[in-house]
T-cell receptor, first 111, second 116 residues
Framework: GENVEQHPSTLSVQEGDSAVIKCTYSDSASNYFPWYKQELGKRPQLIIDIRSNVGEKKDQRIAVTLNKTAKHFSLHITETQPEDSAVYFCAASNTGNQFYFGTGTSLTVIP | GAVVSQHPSWVICKSGTSVKIECRSLDFQATTMFWYRQFPKQSLMLMATSNEGSKATYEQGVEKDKFLINHASLTLSTLTVTSAHPEDSSFYIC????????????FGPGTRLTVL
């Protein structure tokens, strides 16, 4: 099955700086890579996703890059704000039939 | 929008009893729903994939006789934890996938199960 690894497990940045979270996957058949933000005690919320036919996608301060050859994808958050503090999960899926999540990154943005 | 509800949000039960958790997609039909388990400060662990009208597909290590999943309609999947024990205490989250392509999934709010 798919194995998704995520790094780092914790990340602290100063407000205004950028944050980068990286994930690798093992199944070359995976073709959909969403990123979720989960605040304490709440449900995961999709913040951005990318499909295997695209190398990069951007939505305001958030961007995701995908390297299919190396089987890794990354989340980039620019101009971080305190409200960006949360746990972020990457995931990989093959045609949406199964989703496998990374271990999560706890991001703290220091005001 | 895409709204997924889950009921109950929190349940406490005695060891040995069974607990049913419902997951509903409120504004779309979900041919596929997923059940996850999440321990504090840990990631979501996929337990099973629930397909409407067919048997659920369980992940390795998940006891299908203990975690009964029924996907009776396009908007409802249920997870029943049978003969619950304290080690089953966890946060259970469902999600529903839109049927379009590799559709994104939308999560329910989760159910916190505490087994005494």
């Amino acid at each position: 099955g798919e194995n998704v690894e995520q790094h780092p497990s914790t990340l602290s940045v100063q407000e205004g700086d950028s944050a980068v979270i990286k994930c690798t996957y093992s199944d070359s058949a995976s073709n959909y890579f969403p990123w979720y933000k989960q605040e304490l005690g709440k449900r995961p919320q999709l913040i951005i996703d990318i499909r295997s036919n695209v190398g990069e996608k951007k939505d305001q301060r958030i961007a995701v890059t995908l390297n299919k050859t190396a089987k890794h994808f990354s989340l980039h958050i620019t101009e971080t704000q305190p409200e960006d503090s949360a746990v972020y999960f990457c995931a990989a899926s093959n045609t949406g039939n199964q989703f496998y999540f990374g271990t999560g990154t706890s991001l703290t943005v220091i005001p | 929008g895409a709204v997924v509800s889950q009921h109950p949000s929190w349940v406490i039960c005695k060891s040995g009893t069974s607990v049913k958790i419902e997951c509903r997609s409120l504004d779309f039909q979900a041919t596929t729903m997923f059940w996850y388990r999440q321990f504090p400060k840990q990631s979501l662990m996929l337990m099973a994939t629930s397909n409407e009208g067919s048997k659920a597909t369980y992940e390795q290590g998940v006891e299908k006789d203990k975690f009964l999943i029924n996907h009776a309609s396009l908007t409802l999947s249920t997870l029943t934890v049978t003969s619950a024990h304290p080690e089953d205490s966890s946060f259970y989250i469902c999600s529903a996938r839109k049927p379009v392509g590799a559709g994104e999934q939308f999560f329910g709010p989760g159910t916190r199960l505490t087994v005494l």
